[in-house]
């Protein structure tokens, strides 16, 4: 416990620190408040009398004076949420005979006029900052990079290694997986490594654009080409990314007519605007996404053969998160920071007893998905730990299987996923997936009616 006798003096502590530009607050070894300076009472708009010896959580919002107490490691210039707005705060534990006796929590401003000012240009500067990058962002087009792609597991490093060398490269990618599982990422990724970076990304959705509006959004029109066209004629988002990047994502949704054009695209690397008389030369690189099985769509005719060989110059697979719960933990904490530093609240991790609902999920949704799960996580917690409480109905339902499984239900497990998801990569090439794990075709029929896997 602190040594009050040698805080008694509060006048000189008062003469001292409200002459300075800091809020001050001291609290003893169970974090109980022993000082605090007048400035810091009006910011926090408490009375200063019935805050001394209050536990420092009840009287300063987001504090973290009662953890340096018990871990005894300064915090500094950490930003602190505090009544609406950012501070930046210090927080040093007292030591003496290597003892932590209390600690010491300062924020800085000058008088609440200032701290107002201080505050307000900061946020000017802040928004001009996200005003020129989100700028350059719509202009270039390019949200994500690399290090967003998230994931420790064999899958993900092996992706992104296979990014880094697909990106120099103009050849058309292949982009395939579930919704939600990172594609677009991947697809930014690529371009912002390639020597088209600094020319424009430009994301087409094959199913948000009318079908009657998609030849014109795309490859754009001539002026007079029909009514209502716009004076001066439009130019199309392949005409946009011209030196740069497409992005086709749900490629499988395209309508016939318009895969003969883009097929012509990427053959003779040029297109006629609507209304045109002449074509128009262009060079653009493409990649494409999809979820959707492309050589069914082939086989049913609703996918042209020849662009699906065009297209699929080099493919891409992102795993579906279940296939890798390896990830869950580093997406966790990821999404976990991402969310609290967005809304200023201290939100640190999740019970074991959910991570453990997260990691036995089958998570069609995806990363999508989880993410939502944790931001709204993060909103309802009433704790820094995320509980299962504060897990969607359909999650806080989802019942977690006994750990003690004995060894034989792990290793059937194990193989059923892993025939899974052999199956899933070769698309159902059976014959490839008995050779890749190295099993006989008879076993391999056994074990996927052993399991009750669909095959197909
Ligand atoms: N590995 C990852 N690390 C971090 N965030 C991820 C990862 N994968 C996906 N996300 C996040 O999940 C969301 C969905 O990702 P994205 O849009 O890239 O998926 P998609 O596969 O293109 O989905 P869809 O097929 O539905 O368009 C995004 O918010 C993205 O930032």
């Known amino acids: 416990m602190m040594n009050t006798g040698q805080l008694s003096n509060n006048k000189l502590l008062d003469m001292v620190f409200e002459s300075t530009y800091y809020g001050i607050v001291i609290v003893d070894s169970h974090a109980k408040i022993q000082y605090i300076s007048n400035k810091y009472c009006e910011f926090l708009n408490v009375e200063r009398s019935t805050v001394i010896g209050e536990h420092v959580t009840n009287i300063i919002e987001n504090t973290r004076l009662h953890l340096v107490v018990q871990i005894g490691k300064s915090e500094i210039a950490d930003i602190h949420f505090l009544r609406g707005d950012f501070v930046i705060a210090n927080r040093i534990p007292i030591i003496e005979n290597k003892e932590i006796i209390g600690a010491i929590g300062t924020i800085m401003f000058r008088d609440l006029d200032d701290w107002n000012k201080m505050n ?80 424009p990304l430009v994301k087409i959705n094959c199913t948000s654009i009318p079908e009657h509006l998609l030849e014109s959004e795309l490859f754009g029109y001539e002026e007079g080409a ?24 749900e490629i499988g949704d395209m309508p016939q007519h318009m895969q003969v054009k883009l097929l012509r695209v990427l053959q003779e690397k040029e297109f006629d605007p ?28 609703l996918f042209r053969e020849d662009l699906f060989y065009r297209i699929n110059a080099v493919q891409l697979f992102v795993p579906p998160l279940r296939d890798r719960i390896e990830d869950i933990p580093v997406l966790v904490d990821y999404f976990l920071k991402k969310v609290t530093a967005r809304i200023g609240k201290r939100v640190t991790s999740v019970h074991p007893e959910v991570l453990s609902v997260i990691e036995q999920y089958n998570w069609p949704g995806n990363i999508r998905e989880l993410e939502n799960v944790i931001d709204a996580g993060v909103h309802l917690s009433n704790d820094e730990v995320i509980g299962k409480d504060a897990l969607p109905d359909y999650l806080k339902r989802h019942n977690v299987k006994m750990k003690e499984e004995s060894l034989k239900d792990i290793v059937e497990e194990t193989e059923k996923k892993a025939i899974e998801r052999a199956l899933r990569r070769f698309k159902f090439d059976k014959k490839r997936v008995a050779e890749t794990l190295g099993i006989g075709n008879s076993t391999l029929y056994d074990k996927i009616k052993k399991y009750q896997i669909s095959d197909q």
């Open 120 to 199: 307000s240009h900061i946020k000017e500067i802040l928004t001009k900052h996200n005003f020129y990058k989100n700028e350059r962002d719509v202009i270039n087009g390019v949200k994500y990079s690399l290090h967003n792609l998230i994931g420790n597991s064999q899958e993900i490093q092996q992706l992104k290694e296979l990014v880094k060398r697909v990106a120099r490269g103009d050849i058309s990618v292949l982009i395939r997986g579930e919704s939600g599982t990172g594609k677009e990422i991947i697809a930014h990724s690529i371009h912002q490594l390639s020597g088209r970076s600094d020319k």
């Open 226 to 249: 029909f009514t209502g066209a716009n004076k001066g004629g439009k130019i199309g988002k392949f005409q946009f990314a011209d030196g740069g990047t497409v992005f086709l994502d």
């Open 274 to 301: 609507v209304g045109s008389l002449y074509p128009k030369k262009l060079n653009v690189r493409v990649i494409a996404a999809t979820n959707r099985p492309l050589e069914k769509l082939v086989e049913e005719k």
